[in-house]
Structures are given as C-alpha cells and as structure tokens.
C-alpha cells in the first residue's frame, strides 16, 4: 500500500515538475508576464522559482500562502470543491542519507479564507536603515571610493579584493541601495559560477535586486529588468532553470541579511 503511495506521488512530482518548466518557457517569452513572475516571487522568497510558476498557473497576485498543515493547525475549514495550489518541495532526509528527496504540499490562498494579508515584511522599509543592514551583515568590505572603474555607476564589486566600492557621491538613499543590492547579488554568483563573468551575470543580478527591492518597497524605477526576458527565453531549458534558481538563490541570501 505505501509502496502504491510512493508511486503515485514520485508520478504527481513529475507532472509537477514539467507544467513549471513549461510555465515558466511561457512566463519568460513575454516581459510582461516576467514582471508578474518577479513581483510574484518577492512576496515568497522561502519558494523556488518553478514553485511560483505553479502558483501563476493557478492564482494571479496571491499575498498569503497558508499549507494544508498550517490550515489544520489553525482550526480553518476550506470550503468543499476549492482547488489546491500544490508545490514540489524537497523533503528532510536523516543524516547522512545521499541524495534528494522531493514531497508534494498543498497549498490555499489565505486571502479566499477570508484572513487578513500582512505586508510583505514588518521590517522597516526606509532605504538608509536597510542599507545600512546589508553593509553590516553582508560579511563583504565595503568601501568608499572617489572613483570607480569606467562604466560603473554608484557601486562595484571587486571580485578579485573580494569587496564592494560604494563612489563617495552617491548621496540618493534609493538609488544607492539599488547599486548596492546589485553588486552584493554579484558577489553572491562570485560563490557558485565558475568562471565568474561580470557580463553574462549583470541581468541575473538586475532581477536579485529588483526582487529585494519590491519585497521592501524600494523603488525599481531604474533597474532595467524589461530586458531580462528575451534573455531567458532564449536560453536552453536547463540553463534557463539554472539561471532563475541563482537569481533565486542571491534573492534569498540578500533577504537574509535584511531579516531580524
């Protein structure tokens, strides 16, 4: 009997697993369903890239997730014949145990039980007070500097000192904290691409900071992430996920810095 369960959901996985990756081919064959995707996802850093694209499928615009368990645990009724929004997440396995393991959770939109939505964050959203978070957390030497190499503009990471130079001009507390984000997304893809390329990783770096910048209610206005699609759409579709689970990744890590 559990031997037919595993079955069945190692099957339900997989169905899963091919509606995100075509999901997300569609998603990132037009800009505007890319910045859909982006805002979708600052709202739910603890979720992976394909796991939104799951939610897009279902629901557009959702602000509270509650799991089927937390649903329980709260005493909630769903009301009968509602759908469930499920994602693919990976399962805790014991110590030591190789590999990785992958379970289905369902999920409910919490604003459809009639409950009340938070803000994305409770922390405070001014620009200098978050700034100063991610200078003090990032574990990175950040710099002032009167100049910074040709093309550069506010901040740059220099991946060889292993730091961040922030031009003693900058003096827009918004702006600053957008060139900061992209930089320190950079440094972020320093530590898991090889070779590091400044150039290909500057759009994947763009969106880092776009979804930092959402979830805490900077403004995005100069981040130029309209471009971003046609690159994704382009790529293969291996690299494509790579690419959206490293922005993913920096997105998480930066967030990080910023929660208490």
């Not at 190692?10 to 091919?18: A, H, K, N, T, Y």
């Not at 990471?157 to 031009?167: A, E, F, K």
């Not at 959206?244 to 990744?249: A, E, K, R, V």
Request: aromatic share 8%; with cysteine.
């Amino acid at each position: 009997m559990t031997e037919g369960k595993d079955i069945k959901e190692m099957d339900r996985i997989g169905e899963l697993s091919q509606e995100a990756k075509d999901e997300a081919e569609r998603v990132t064959r037009s800009t505007r369903l890319f910045l859909r995707y982006l805002d979708q996802q600052a709202w739910f850093p603890q979720h992976t890239p394909y796991n939104i694209f799951l939610l897009m499928k279902k629901r557009d615009g959702v602000r509270l997730l509650l799991s089927e368990e937390e649903i329980a645990r709260r005493g909630l009724t769903v009301p009968q014949g509602r759908d469930w929004i499920t994602f693919v997440v990976e399962q805790k396995v014991p110590e030591g145990t190789d590999g990785v393991k992958y379970r289905t959770v369902r999920y409910q939109d919490g604003e459809t039980l009639d409950l009340p939505v938070p803000p994305a964050t409770d922390l405070n959203r001014c620009p200098e007070d978050l700034t100063v978070r991610l200078i003090e957390r990032c574990g990175l030497e950040i710099r002032l500097s009167e100049q910074l190499p040709d093309g550069e503009y506010g901040a740059w990471y220099d991946n060889r000192g292993n730091r961040v130079l922030i031009h003693d001009g900058m003096d827009d507390p918004e702006l600053l904290f957008q060139r900061l984000t992209i930089q320190l997304a950079l440094a972020s893809f320093s530590r898991r691409v090889t070779p590091f390329s400044r150039r290909e990783l500057a759009y994947p770096a763009l969106c880092a900071a776009y979804l930092l910048c959402r979830r805490y209610g900077v403004s995005t206005e100069d981040l130029s992430v309209h471009r971003v699609a046609p690159a994704l759409a382009g790529m293969q579709e291996g690299k494509r996920r790579d690419t959206l689970f490293l922005i993913h990744g920096a997105f998480r890590e930066l967030d990080g810095f910023l929660t208490p």
